[in-house]
């Protein structure tokens, strides 16, 4: 099954190898960003895709867009800007961010945004050629939250994180989002922060940020991170599980945590957001080394990085076709049985 390299994701569990890359138009952005302002709305990339890709044909203001850079942080930004606004949107004294959805929850494959390539389209990591599953460790089935990460946020891996004693991990902030709903691959989520829990993973700090989605059925009821424990009992156990193993299967030691596997509270997730989302605007305005990091952005004003509609548009066209697809190994659905110490 051949697929352009604006695929649908709807394709991507069949393909060797998926990705895609955001279309939008100027009436679109301000579409996105009026619709992100709505209580409770989530804004679908691949029904924006969708739409533009029918449209594109007859539409010259169509425009590919990074999910890293483009993607404000902060739910709520002005819609005659394409850049965030300095302000936040709040639900009384919570500040909502803007989620991009990788992987949608019970499922395996490794998506994520490709941050050393152009555009930073969402793809299937791959190891030596291979497409990349985590494994299903009992009692878990592939990941147990919608995971994804914050857009306009970068964990520096030139920077020495005080509390952790490790440097980043030269991605975007990771989140779980803990919501009833399954999301889908691209979806853009208004989620609120409840906590965050520090991974230290082969020797990088790689925080993951706990949230729920604003539109959730219990998010009027869930604020902070005993909030969780409280009306979902043993999630915060079983994350804490999951982070510890899911490389075991591949012959990797458990991964261990700061502060003893404690979460933090919002207070404290919010701090690391902000810190992260500065440390992606020393990035965009090449105040640091990014390294083999690509900052090819489209909205961000000011940036050196940022490139023409045209310049966009040439870099997804020359971007190889994805290979026909091979159905999923049955070994993907596998469960991994083995003793914890803890």
Same mark, same amino acid.
């Given at each position: 099954?051949?697929v352009?390299p604006?695929?649908?994701?709807?394709?991507t569990?069949?393909l060797?190898?998926s *990705?895609?890359?955001?279309?939008?138009s100027?009436? !679109?952005?301000?579409?996105?960003?009026?619709?992100?302002?709505?209580?409770?709305?989530s804004v679908?990339?691949?029904?924006v895709?969708e739409?533009?890709?029918?449209?594109?044909?007859e539409?010259?203001?169509?425009?590919?867009?990074s999910?890293?850079h483009?993607?404000p942080?902060f739910a709520?930004?002005?819609?005659?800007?394409?850049?965030?606004a300095?302000?936040?949107?709040?639900?009384?004294? !919570?500040?909502?961010f803007?989620?991009v959805?990788?992987?949608?929850?019970?499922?395996?494959?490794?998506?994520?945004?490709a941050?050393?390539?152009?555009?930073?389209?969402?793809?299937?990591?791959t190891?030596k050629?291979?497409?990349r599953?985590?494994?299903?460790?009992?009692?878990h089935?592939?990941y147990?939250w %919608?995971?994804?990460?914050l857009?306009?946020?970068?964990?520096?891996?030139?920077?020495?994180?005080n509390?952790?004693g490790?440097?980043?991990? %030269?991605?975007?902030?990771?989140?779980?989002?803990i919501?009833?709903?399954?999301?889908?691959?691209?979806?853009?989520?208004?989620?609120k922060?409840?906590?965050?829990?520090?991974?230290?993973d082969?020797?990088?700090t790689?925080?993951k940020?706990?949230a729920i989605g604003v539109?959730?059925p219990e998010?009027?009821?869930?604020?902070?991170?005993?909030?969780?424990?409280?009306?979902?009992?043993g999630?915060?156990?079983?994350?804490?599980?999951w982070f510890?193993?899911y490389?075991v299967p591949?012959g990797?030691? !458990?991964?261990?945590?700061a502060?003893?596997g404690?979460?933090?509270d919002?207070d404290?997730?919010v701090?690391?957001?902000?810190?992260?989302h500065?440390? *992606?605007?020393?990035?965009?305005?090449?105040?640091?080394?990014?390294?083999?990091?690509?900052?090819t952005?489209?909205l961000?004003?000011?940036?050196?990085?940022?490139?023409?509609?045209? !310049?966009?548009r040439?870099?997804?066209?020359?971007?190889?076709v994805?290979?026909?697809?091979d159905?999923?190994?049955?070994e993907?659905?596998?469960?991994?049985?083995?003793?914890?110490?803890?």
């Open positions: 099954m051949a352009s604006t695929c649908h994701l709807k394709a569990r069949y060797k190898w *990705w895609w890359h955001l279309v939008i100027q009436d !679109e952005l301000k579409w996105v960003h009026s619709a992100m302002k709505e209580k409770g709305k679908h990339f691949c029904f895709m739409k533009l890709l029918w449209s594109n044909k539409n010259a203001d169509g425009k590919y867009i999910p890293f483009d993607i942080l709520g930004s002005k819609e005659d800007k394409e850049i965030p300095k302000r936040s949107k709040t639900t009384g004294n !919570e500040v909502l803007n989620m959805v990788e992987v949608p929850r019970w499922t395996n494959a490794k998506m994520e945004i941050t050393e390539e152009p555009l930073n389209p969402i793809k299937q990591d190891k050629g291979k497409p599953y985590v494994a299903n460790i009992f009692p089935k592939g147990i %919608n995971y994804g990460a857009p306009q946020t970068w964990e520096d891996p030139n920077h020495t994180d509390i952790t490790c440097c980043g991990d %030269n991605d975007p902030v990771d989140v779980c989002e919501g009833s709903k399954v999301r889908s691959s691209g979806e853009i989520v208004q989620v922060v409840l906590g965050v829990l520090a991974l230290l082969e020797g990088e790689d925080w940020i706990i539109d959730d998010a009027q009821k869930i604020h902070d991170i005993d909030d969780v424990r409280k009306h979902k009992p999630y915060l156990e079983a994350t804490i599980d510890r193993c490389k591949d990797k030691p !458990e991964n261990q945590f502060f003893n404690e979460f933090k919002k404290f997730a701090e690391i957001i902000k810190s992260t500065e440390y *992606w605007k020393a990035l965009l305005h090449k105040k640091t080394d990014g390294g083999t990091v690509k900052c952005n489209v961000v004003s000011g940036s050196p990085f940022c490139c023409s509609e045209e !310049e966009a040439s870099i997804v066209q020359s971007a190889p994805p290979a026909n697809g159905s999923v190994c049955p993907v659905d596998s469960w991994y049985f083995f003793p914890r110490d803890h």
